[in-house]
């Protein structure tokens, strides 16, 4: 597509239940970054896909977190369980590849996925 | 550990004058810096970058300065115009690795008309 295309929009779930959130890459694009950003805070790395593997997971907060990436292309963020601090605005960014040759422009966001946990 | 540091949550500029977001940072092994604009309900979207072999890179009204010594930079805008309104992040990576950017928590920018 011609942007990062994440869904929902917004979700608002209870406590306990589990989540999925969904991000649409720019075709093509190898490299898919889960982020989310909480109130007050800054953007927060979660997990780094490149193709269908996750080579850093390291910004997971917990194993309720999971992510799936399949054909290189769509991925999705699962979280079980949900607790209230999990509320946040839930980033996917993609890029070309991930190395040196895409110094000048970095990622490309989507819109993200507001969840509320209640 | 925050290692990209943004430590003026807000800021307010009159239109016309010059806006000059700050940006810490402790990796020395940090080899490029991006700037991100963001609007509400928005993803972020790139604003400039500079890499850690320059110290300025200038775009029309946006001029990012890097300070390797002091691991500073800073993002100057100018003339800021009420459309500038917006959160703005700097983001750091590494030469090496996964190649994440580590962002900064923001500043949030308001031009007064």
């Known amino acids: 597509g011609a942007g990062v295309s994440q869904s929902p929009s917004n979700k608002v779930t209870e406590k306990g239940k589990d989540v999925e959130l969904r991000c649409d890459p720019i075709s093509g694009h190898t490299a898919l970054y889960w982020y989310r950003q909480s109130l007050g805070q800054g953007l927060e790395f979660l997990i780094y896909f490149q193709g269908n593997s996750a080579p850093d997971k390291s910004g997971l907060p917990s194993d309720r977190f999971s992510a799936e990436r399949t054909g290189g292309s769509v991925s999705t963020l699962t979280i079980q369980r949900t607790q209230q601090e999990d509320s946040a605005v839930y980033l996917c960014?993609?890029?070309?590849?991930?190395?040196?040759?895409?110094?000048?422009?970095?990622?490309?966001f989507g819109s993200g996925t507001r969840l509320t946990v209640v | 550990d925050q290692q990209v540091k943004q430590n003026s949550p807000s800021l307010s500029v009159q239109e016309g004058r010059i806006s000059i977001l700050n940006c810490d940072y402790t990796n020395s092994m940090f080899d490029y810096f991006l700037w991100y604009k963001k609007y509400p309900a928005e993803g972020p979207t790139f604003l400039i970058s500079?890499?850690?072999?320059?110290d300025k890179n200038e775009d029309g009204r946006f001029t990012v300065f890097l300070n390797k010594s002091a691991k500073h930079l800073s993002l100057h805008i100018v003339p800021s115009q009420p459309g500038d309104s917006a959160v703005y992040f700097c983001?750091?990576?590494?030469?090496?690795?996964?190649?994440?950017?580590?962002f900064g928590t923001g500043t949030r920018l308001k031009v007064l008309a």
């Open positions: 960014a993609s890029s070309l590849i991930p190395g040196p040759a895409i110094k000048n422009y970095g990622y490309t």
């Open positions: 983001a750091a990576r590494r030469a090496s690795g996964t190649y994440k950017y580590i």
């Open positions: 500079i890499s850690s072999i320059k």
